[in-house]
Each structure stands twice: as C-alpha cells, then as structure tokens.
C-alpha cells in the first residue's frame, strides 16, 4: 500500500507539545514534511525538532499566534516558504481556563474563543484556497468531549469547543467536492499539560466516570489523527470521532 505521508507536508499547531507533538513524532517516521508552530516556547520548539529528527523526519518550528488573523496567513507563508504548499493541516493549539459558570469574565471568555474557535477558523482559511485549488486537502481539527457535553467548570472552552465541531461540519460540506477532507477529534481527558489545570480531585473523578479507567495518551489521540489524515479514512469528511475511554458515546 502507498505511504500516504511520504513526501507531504503536514502544518500541525500546537505542534511542539502533547497532540501535536505525538503526531508529528509518528509523521516523521512516513516520511512527511513538517511544520510545528507554537506560541512562545523556544526551548520546547527546539526539542520538539530535535526529536522528529531523531524519528527520522524533518521539521521546521513556526513561532505565531492562531488567533490573529495575519499571524495565521504569516505561520502558513512560513510553511508553505519551508516545504511548498500545505498538503495536511492539524489543528492542535489550544487553551483552557477551568472555573465555575459564574467566576467567567469577558476576557477569560475572548481568550478562550480567540484561540480555540477563532484560530481554527484562521489556520482552516489559511490553507483552504491552496488546497481546493490543487484539489487536495487533508484538515484534522481538535475539538473536545466538553463540545458534547455540558460542564458547569469549563463553560467559554465548551462553547469553544462545540463551535470547532460546526465549523468542521460546514467547511467540510463545502470543499469536499474538492477533494478537501475535514474531520474532527473529540478527545477525552489526556495526559498533556493542559489536563494538568485540572486538579487531581478532577482527574479522580473522571477516571472514575470512564469506563476504560484511565485517562488517555498523547500517543492514542495522535494515532486517531493520523488515521483521518490518511488515505484509510478516504469516504471520511464533516465526522466528529471521539475517543474517551467510554466517558462519552455518541449514538451509533
């Protein structure tokens, strides 16, 4: 069977961490082209590059902010000036600020849109016009099982969240025609640094609610990524996947 990587270039955000990072370490080793962007860690960035290299790939880390509009077209100019024009885009750059419903402010809640929702839609209108264009798109976005469901200590990131999914829908509907796939992953808690707001009473808690009794791993979330940016997903698009341990089923 064909390597469906070999040769590509995939842009991942919050490419030098978690996610991302697990995703771009499994890439390396089919021979994809790498763009890894990230916010402000430059000794990360530089680790994260240091092992794709060791993975046997190569990779170039993109410094820039997803939430602004010009930054997202300035990270996608850089890729594309690295390694030609943008085959695979993976959303991965996100935040989260857990509080109750009614200690939210404006600002907690403009942050949170700002990156989660608004820099999908920048790095999404970033690519797109290439890729439909060439008649060949790969998008993975990253969304949540706090899109699906209510919780009461995550309010801004569920609405977030929830948005990701819509606009995977709807961009996906638009461009599959031109052979753009867009899918989303709805992970359940997995060990990153961002689970790590959460305090261990939480974690406790969600363990317990999951039927796998674990949390997940970087490396599974990335695997689910990969599979819907490959050609074994090719009569996939507009599909939310979720992988929870069980914490959430959507309806078969």
Same mark, same amino acid.
């Given at each position: ?135 060949? @798109? %790969? /998008?993975?976005?990253?969304?949540? +099982? !706090?899109? $699906? ?8 990131? =569920? ?53 796998? @009794? %674990? /949390?997940?791993?970087?490396?599974? +979330? !990335?695997? $689910? ?8 997903? =090719? ?18």
């Amino acid at each position: 069977m064909a390597n469906d990587f070999e040769g590509r270039h995939v842009l991942i955000t919050g490419g030098t961490r978690g996610i991302g990072l697990a995703l771009a370490i499994r890439l390396a080793g089919e021979g994809a082209r790498l763009s890894l962007n990230y916010l402000s860690r430059e000794t990360d960035a530089e680790q994260a590059i240091s092992e794709v290299q060791a993975a046997g790939g190569q990779a170039v880390a993109i410094r820039g902010e997803v939430s602004q509009p010009d930054e997202a077209k300035r990270i996608t100019a850089d890729a594309r000036a690295a390694w030609g024009p943008v085959d695979m885009l993976v959303h991965s750059a996100g935040t989260s600020f857990p509080m109750h419903a009614s200690d939210v402010t404006w600002d907690v809640w403009k942050k949170t849109l700002d990156v989660n929702l608004d820099g999908t839609f920048n790095m999404i209108y970033a690519v797109k016009d290439e890729m439909i264009e060439r008649k060949f @798109g %790969r /998008i993975v976005t990253l969304s949540s +099982i !706090a899109g $699906l469901r209510e919780r009461a200590q995550q309010l801004p990131y =569920s609405v977030s969240k929830a948005g990701v999914i819509a606009l995977t829908r709807c961009a996906a509907e638009a461009w599959g025609r031109d052979n753009v796939r867009i899918n989303c992953v709805c992970p359940g808690l997995t060990e990153t640094e961002m689970a790590h707001t959460l305090s261990p009473e939480v974690h406790q808690e969600i363990i317990a609610a999951t039927p796998l @009794g %674990r /949390i997940g791993q970087a490396h599974e +979330i !990335a695997a $689910l990524a990969r599979f819907l940016l490959s050609e074994e997903s =090719s009569y996939m698009t507009g599909q939310t996947v979720v992988s929870s341990g069980g914490r959430v089923m959507l309806p078969g």
